[in-house]
């Protein structure tokens, strides 16, 4: 006998639209007080000391709520904040407005199909983003066609644990954490994947990030290269 499914496809889709959408929402909204006491603790001193590098044509991918505005050099030529999620975009353009800078845009491009001609930019800026790009190594191939020659992309990640039961940890709640944290993944080993891209990574800082949980906790930050 065949039985009927209790929510047909077309609605489970329909579902799962406001459930996107109102997910998206309620991490825009407490991105920010989430973050506050790792910010506190060290990230904006990493956001700082890593952006001070910035120069020339400047393009952050996932730029988020804005938190990376107020660290770029007022000496950048111009920045272009590219943020896919509409509620984070929201949040980006009223921290963009306060800004004393006029060169300044927003676009609403993802990491792997960024709208803009090969070499287009001198510094490319990715903070706590290649972990949610659904695929790191096409990202990554737009970066590396974006960026002018002898140009640098300035990242600050947090990767796959080195530490075997972290690591475990960081398997089994991968869904449940990424379904909870857009689309964040755990077991990323982001800085064999920038090398094996073709950017030479030139500085690479690791350091345990104050204040996370233990699997989110282990980051890389620094500058990989265009030859
Ligand atoms: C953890 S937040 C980091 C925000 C900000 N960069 C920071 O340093 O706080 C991850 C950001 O990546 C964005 N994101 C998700 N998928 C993306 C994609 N495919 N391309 C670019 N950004 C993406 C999210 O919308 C979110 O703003």
Redesign the pocket.
Known sequence: METQPCTSSSNRNLIKMPIKRLR?YL??KS?DYA?RSTEQRC?QEW?NALLSKAYGEVL?????????LPHYPHDVTSVVL????PH?RKSLRCKADKQQREAISIAH????SIERPDASFDTI?????L????CLES?LKEINRLLRPGGALLF?EHILSDHPPTRVWQNRIEPFWSFC????RLTRDTSSAISASGLSIEQVIEAPMIGAPAFVSRTIRGIARKS
């Not at 952050?60 to 990376?68: K, L, P, S």
């Not at 590219?82 to 999620?85: G, R, Y």
């Not at 972990?131 to 659904?134: L, N, Q, T």
């Not at 944290?181 to 964040?184: D, E, I, L, P, R």
């Open positions: 998206s991490i825009a991105y973050m990230l956001r952050e991918i996932g730029a988020g709520t804005g938190v990376n590219s943020e896919p999620d984070m491009w993802g990491a792997d800026v990715s903070t706590l983003v972990c949610s790009v659904p990202s600050l944290a857009g689309n964040c």
